[in-house]
């Protein structure tokens, strides 16, 4: 089983709500990933978590909070977000933090800040 | 750092026709691994070869087939007889051996297939 799942599949929040973004693989991977993608554009990496700790942060705003509390589960917790942030949030896993392995992705969950 | 560059944007054929997509990669390190990536407009990447930096032997698969040159940093990914199915924006992707697997993506490739 090769399933990455992402829970909401869409979102719409205003600039003042907080929400969060779940992320779940049971394919006992122990990296896990949270990329952001802009229409047209190529996913960027925003946090590498490797044995339930983060280990990338790729100098992401704190209005983005990424929380792993067990090695199946990712999740991202959004504050105060701007329209700017409205993107799809694609979450990915891999058995290790090594380029040996590829990342499985999920479908993603497409925010949209109003 | 690393860097994918795929020229084309964007690729239109007619059904069954052969199609190449094209991908260019720098990087410092010896060691390092290529990724293509298929996205659908459903959104999700559907992850579809990995090649290391050591591995320059071509690959088929079907009617996908990948061709790897080290002297030239390419890692050109061809379909033969293109189906509309095919129709999707294609990642080419680098990481290098010992970076927390931090994938760089290319731009992406769109590629239309009509019938």
């Known amino acids: 089983d090769t399933e990455v799942t992402q829970t909401p599949k869409h979102l719409v929040m205003g600039m003042t709500n907080k929400k969060s973004l779940k992320c779940e693989q049971h394919m006992g991977h122990r990296a896990m990933y949270w990329y952001k993608q802009k229409a047209k554009k190529p996913p960027e990496l925003m946090f590498v978590y490797s044995y339930e700790k983060l280990s990338i942060n790729e100098s992401v705003p704190s209005r983005f909070s990424p929380e792993c509390p067990n090695s199946s589960l990712l999740n991202l917790h959004l504050h105060a977000l701007q329209p700017e942030d409205s993107a799809l949030y694609l979450c990915a896993s891999s058995p290790r933090t090594s380029g040996t392995y590829e990342q499985y992705f999920g479908p993603g969950t497409r925010l949209t800040v109003t | 750092a690393q860097k994918v560059t795929q020229a084309q944007t964007e690729i239109s054929v007619v059904e069954k026709e052969d199609v190449t997509l094209d991908c260019v990669y720098e990087t410092r390190d010896t060691t390092y691994y290529l990724f293509w990536y298929k996205q659908p407009p459903s959104g999700e990447l559907v992850f579809l070869i990995r090649?290391?930096?050591?591995?320059?032997q071509n690959e088929i698969s079907g009617r996908y087939s990948w061709n790897f040159q080290k002297s030239t940093s390419s890692f050109n990914f061809t379909i033969t007889a293109s189906q509309v199915v095919d129709s999707a924006v294609y990642f080419c992707a680098l990481s290098e051996a010992y970076n927390n697997n931090d994938m760089r993506f290319g731009a992406g490739t769109r590629l239309t297939v009509k019938p």
């Open positions: 090649r290391n930096s050591f591995d320059e």
